[in-house]
């Protein structure tokens, strides 16, 4: 099995939601824990093994790129990618790093930060061709906000549907996926208008078999996407960490 080194983080969002507590910054930059939420996602994803990050920009992406060309020391390597179309569904940003992304590949969200041993058991996972896995959280009812988060229906380890809006399912998606390639033509397909989110993308990959889950357990995770979310999880890491 071919060791997984590169990870595509999508940080083109306007991030309107977190305004209050960022600012005049772009979400990516809104400090968690003394330092930038992106930092902890690149961070978490380098102790797995990660050597090349695919970023891709959008709003206020001269902001995230100026920081990092400043301020980041770490070894892995940085390529940035600039998506103009930012307003629109995050599939599109993926399909924008497509070039950039050379085989399987760790998906993350540039604002949600996790437990680095979840990425490590991620890459450890065997892919067969076409298929992505998906990091499940089973444990509903310690996510903060569960309107807002995204829901996996599964049989088996086999996810038949995701969405926000189901009304039926047993698990919660945690924002980190590992691909193949393919993910970037089930992208394209699924897209109208020129305009597609990663989970009309990913019920492609349901509908042709190929989607899989991945329960974490008892790892933690956490989608900083509100003020009230950003404020419970910084409550919640420091009681993991005592």
Request: charged share 25%; aromatic share 8%.
């Amino acid at each position: 099995m071919a060791q997984v080194r590169q990870c595509l983080i999508l940080a083109a969002g306007n991030g309107s939601r977190l305004r209050a507590v960022s600012g005049a910054l772009p979400k990516p930059l809104v400090p968690f824990q003394g330092r930038p939420i992106l930092e902890h996602v690149l961070h978490s994803a380098q102790q797995a093994g990660v050597e090349e990050f695919v970023i891709v920009l959008g709003y206020r992406g001269d902001l995230i790129r100026s920081w990092f060309d400043s301020r980041w020391h770490g070894r892995a390597k940085l390529t940035w990618v600039e998506n103009p179309d930012y307003h629109k569904s995050n599939g599109v940003s993926a399909l924008k790093a497509r070039d950039a992304i050379r085989g399987n590949f760790l998906l993350m969200m540039a604002d949600h930060v996790f437990d680095a041993e979840t990425a490590r058991a991620m890459v450890r996972q065997p892919l067969r061709p076409g298929e992505v896995i998906l990091a499940v959280d089973r444990n509903i009812g310690r996510v903060f906000d569960i309107d807002d988060a995204t829901k996996v229906r599964c049989y088996g380890n086999r996810i038949v549907e995701i969405g926000k809006e189901l009304d039926e399912y047993d698990a919660l998606d945690t924002g980190m996926f590992l691909c193949t390639r393919r993910l970037f033509g089930d992208l394209e397909a699924a897209g109208q208008d020129g305009n597609c989110s990663l989970s009309d993308g990913m019920r492609r990959v349901a509908g042709r078999g190929s989607f899989r889950a991945f329960d974490i357990g008892k790892a933690w995770w956490h989608d900083l996407d509100t003020p009230e979310a950003l404020a419970h999880a910084q409550e919640e890491i420091l009681l993991y960490a005592a």
